[in-house]
């Protein structure tokens, strides 16, 4: 990764040690070098970019071109396109919220209805059912699982976790 720094000590070195030399020690090419010198003085940002940026950041990234086009025409007169252009150069476009769909999720192993509704029970330990419950503590929930024997509706197990 070749950076500004990095641009910086190449051109303090090079009156001293060669410039292949340098490049050799610091594993970049000379045409990695002179691509990243060449684009460090078109980096600097224009009047009119500088004021996009300021009213972007400030809007937290949420106001698309027309938006920041009519905040920015009240100190600056540019067009909507230019804003729409330096937007979409910079990638300062807003932010689009995410539509959710609820969808019911499937089942991960589904049983046959053996009970049928016919919760009656001749013998103890026969028919067995379970439940969860969310029971609020504080900000955050404690979970009772219970299994009710169907013969005399008696909790016979439950785990609170």
């Known amino acids: 990764m070749v950076n500004t720094s990095t641009i910086m000590l190449i051109d303090n ?7 292949t030399r340098i490049c050799e020690i610091l594993r970049i090419s000379r045409g990695t070098y002179y691509y990243h010198k060449n684009n460090l003085r078109n980096n600097e940002l224009t009047d009119l970019e500088a004021e996009t ?9 949420l106001y698309g071109y027309r938006k920041i086009h009519a905040l920015l025409s009240r100190n600056i007169k540019c067009s909507v396109s230019k804003v729409q252009r330096i937007m979409s150069k910079y ?8 539509k959710r769909s609820h969808r019911p999720g499937n089942p991960y192993k589904q049983f046959d209805n053996v009970i049928d509704r016919n919760w009656s029970s001749s013998i103890p330990l ?7 419950t969310y ?6 929930f404690i979970y009772l699982s219970t299994i009710l024997d ?3 509706l008696e909790i016979v197990a439950f785990e609170i976790s």
């Open 150 to 152: 169907a013969y005399n």
């Open 53 to 61: 940026q300021q009213i972007c950041i400030k809007t937290k990234f």
């Open 13 to 19: 070195l090079k009156d001293k040690i060669s410039l």
């Open 91 to 98: 990638g300062w476009g807003c932010r689009i919220k995410r």
């Open 126 to 132: 026969q028919k067995l059912t379970t439940d969860i």
């Open 135 to 140: 029971i609020p503590v504080g900000n955050r």
